[in-house]
């Protein structure tokens, strides 16, 4: 039996083109991805939000919301393989998007920053 470990990233940019290309990237990898083998469909990008607007600054922002799987199981695997992928893209990305991959709640009472753009936590 397995638990629940919720991941999330958070992307901002305040390039329109910067940040919609990396939305779209999202979506293309997780897509892919992100699948569940119960399910012959793909609905990995169901997890991946609009783009939305700052108050000031022209900064936008995506995000993507917990798989819901529970750790080891399938799902969370090739959600996991999805967010790594994506992330590699965006840091060698000719594209200026600050990014944080985040893990907190579920079934772990422990919360973390996984990973972050211009970060050590990585290596």
């Not at 529970?70 to 990014?99: P, V």
């Not at 996984?114 to 936590?121: A, G, N, P, V, Y």
Request: glycine share 8%; proline share 2%; charged share 25%.
């Amino acid at each position: 039996m397995g638990y629940i470990k919720h991941h999330t990233i958070v992307v901002t940019g305040c390039k329109d083109e910067h940040i919609e290309e990396a939305q779209k990237k999202a979506v293309e990898i997780f897509e892919e991805t992100c699948k569940d083998e119960m399910i012959k469909t793909p609905y990995g990008s169901n997890i991946i939000s609009p783009i939305i607007g700052s108050l000031s600054n022209g900064q936008k922002s995506f995000f993507i919301a917990p798989d819901g799987s529970k750790e080891g199981w399938q799902t969370s695997n090739n959600c996991n393989n999805a967010r790594t992928a994506f992330l590699d893209w965006l840091d060698n990305a000719e594209n200026y998007c600050d990014y944080i991959e985040v893990v907190f709640g579920g079934g772990d009472e422990h919360q973390a920053i996984i990973r972050s753009k211009d970060s050590d936590l990585n290596e």
